[in-house]
């Protein structure tokens, strides 16, 4: 059996395994740990048990996981969040789907603070889960919401993916972030289309509330400026300089925790309930990504990626047809890989490709990190539908991935639109330079 | 058997709650070398403290997350299976868990033996590396507990179902 | 047949990626006749972990790795005598030096090793986006991103306030302003694109750090004598002779950069330099106490030799 078809194999066996009802962090591991055993002998997966797992959650980056995930916790159990959906209620609520809307735009919202996909699934989620459906909204709808609003935050700095594809492409990182705006943009006002359109369809998911009077809307407005606060301090801290990106993480949960503890709310029995709502999510989390890096391994051992590449790039077709192949490649190595592992490994390929075609190399980055996150909301494995499905609690996975597939549609249509105009992308950079 | 249950549930709630305090220390941490930098009084070494508080976190909290079957899987293809194939099926996952987290034990104790024999230390304060590592090995031990602990009460719920 | 595997962590654009390594693969595949074939893991791979490459290589999990001495810091007590601040600033004179004492000196941190190459950069410069840096004065309180402990120790010596932090956060940190400054090479300034975010370069040529390139030893018993013969003609003196003109050339690009961008590039002063100098001899003395308390008991003889060798080096070239 050849390396590269072992590596298609190894993938249908963790999906196999996956259908069986295994924790997908499980079937990971332990497919990544025999398929690397069968390449490189008992000597190469012992070192790779031994050490990769330590490695995994070892980068500092990766703090930022759990300490916005306590965000996420102790404002909803402080009832924070219910003050502040409240108060979105208010404004919005008498609107069809409102509430979705407007977790959107939180989402994307937080993408300015936040670079992790996860770590913003995991914070909107616990904020943003349980007030959407104490005003009656169907789980798959809400869940689905917050997977994708995770993706958001990739295309609006801080995003280090976008530094890392400047890297390797030698592009201008300032001309990236520019370039990446308006497909940010583009990607929420989508999601937003895609909620709106189902809602109409089905009007039962998303119950609209009664119209409030202005008064109303400002008092309620009066409740939350602490929460407002909050948001100000983190989002100002960052663009002032007062702390990095990964130190406002433990801004935001610091923050959280002493608002918590004014408002009153934060009982012993709360307590309790936050700590160990953050142990369980994190550790998942973190399981996840321990059992993925195995799996990269083998993944990498087995020259499939390459291979894939390799064949993109002799088939001799027009640049139309290799660009939604590569798009079908990001979105199916993004089941197993993370988006930074795949831009490191594949687009030093892929450039010199998309060179070769003429396309810009600003437009192709942005085209392809999009992409990369895809891959985190697409059925059967997206990392993004794990972490809010564990947000979530008591929702089966199959609601989660019923309620996906408008929003990988709105996806498909981004991606389209971007091929089809890259002026997007490359109309606000012109004018910046 | 219940008693010692009982024990273990006991042992990865505490774990899990000092996981939590630890996490809440990286953020104590990088609090105050915001602030303390402004005046000239920035915490030397932060970012080692931060990623021992974190991983030491992380660790911690592991067997909790197996305790409470927080790890996701895909359930809707089970649901379909014939209901004899629940209690095969969850002894099969139960078995592969344990023998993952074994090797891992392992080989992760092998690791943190080089590791601490080649004098390891963090980059900035020259923190032991040791001490990144005990919260894995105490976090994969008690993992496997939590497994057979979780997986023993499951299958109690099956046979009463 | 034999396919070798190679483990890095620089990005595969780099130009130990691209000028060293992968050209090296191909002399020696060619030179072998197609019986050794290479595979290269950098960056981004799950064997690109920069912390990993002397332990990849010892287990044998790759057959041969390009690391870096300093992380995990302490390994390489010896050979890392060559970050002393301000005993070169040139990339050719530290490789040569280092590649001149590495079979006397050197070798006993190679046990089971067979090292093909070690190498060092050119001399680092101190890059900062609004304040300008002539004199120590100038550093007072400056946040200065820094690549190593002997880094960070030195410029808190010099008064900054040194932090760590991930090179792909740099850009962002710059432009916030979360950092004042970062000590680099030109190399990774042009490849991180910081020049858009940076506006004065002290040249102060105070440090360098160094670079393994080793093979396991049993892979590379393994091999038939004419595979052997054709890994020694390529490493060793062939390779370690030509890092200073690649270093340099990788340097070029960053330079030429920040020139057209209208950045002011400063050299430090002699008067400067001998200031600079006087202000960290107290460090100096304790880094050879730390590295003699490691278990080096010549650490002076080895850093007296590193000076002898870049001086015979330097006076060489003058010829
Ligand atoms: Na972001
Ligand atoms: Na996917």
Redesign the pocket.
Known sequence: MSDAFLGLFGFLAALGLIALGLPVAIAMGVIGGLGYWYLNGWMGVAYILGSSPFEAIFPYSFSVIPLFVMMGVFASHAGLSRSLFDVINAFIGHRRGGLAITTVGASAF???????SLA?VATIGRVALPEMKRHGYDASLSTATVAAGGT????????VLLVIYGLLTQSSIGQLFIGALLPGLLGALLYAAAIAVRVRLRPDLAPSAERHGWSERLTRLGQVWQVVLLFALVIGGIYLGWFS?TEAAAVGAVGAFFLALFSGELTRETLKASVFETAGLTGMIFFILIGAGLFNFFLENTGLPQLLIEQIRSSGMGPMAVMVLILVFYVVLGCFMDSMSMILLTVPLLAPVALELDFDLIWFGIVVVTVAEIGLITPPIGMNLFVVQASAGDVPMKTVMKGIFPFILADIVRLALLVAFPIIVLWLPGQAF | MNILAGLARGLITALAALGVIAYGLAALVTVADIIGRRFGLPIEGVVDLVQLFVVGGAWLVMPYAFLSAAHVSVDFLVENMPRGLAVPLKLFAGVLALGLLGLMLWQGFLTFRTRTMFGDTSQQLGIPIAWYWYPLLVGLAVSLIAVVVELTASLRREARA | ETTLKISHYLPSVHGIHTDFIVPWTEQITECTGGEVQFEIFPAGTQLGNVARQQEQVMAGVVDIAHGLHGIPRGRFPRTSLIDMPFLTDSAGAASYALWELYPDYLAEEYKGLKVLALHAHNGGLLHTNEKKVETMEDMDGLRIRTPSPAVSEMLSYLGADPQGLPPGEVYESLQRGVIDGTVFPWDPVKSFGLNEVLNYHLDLGAYTVSFFYVMNQRSYDALSDEAKACVDQYSGDALVSQFGDWWDSWDVPGREEAIAAGHEITELSDEERARWEETLQPMMDSYLQTVKDAGVDNADEIYQAMQDKIAEYEASRQN
Request: net charge neutral; hydrophobic share 40%; with cysteine.
């Open positions: 937080f993408g300015a603070i936040c670079g992790s913003t958001l935050g990739v295309l609006i700095p801080p995003s990106p």
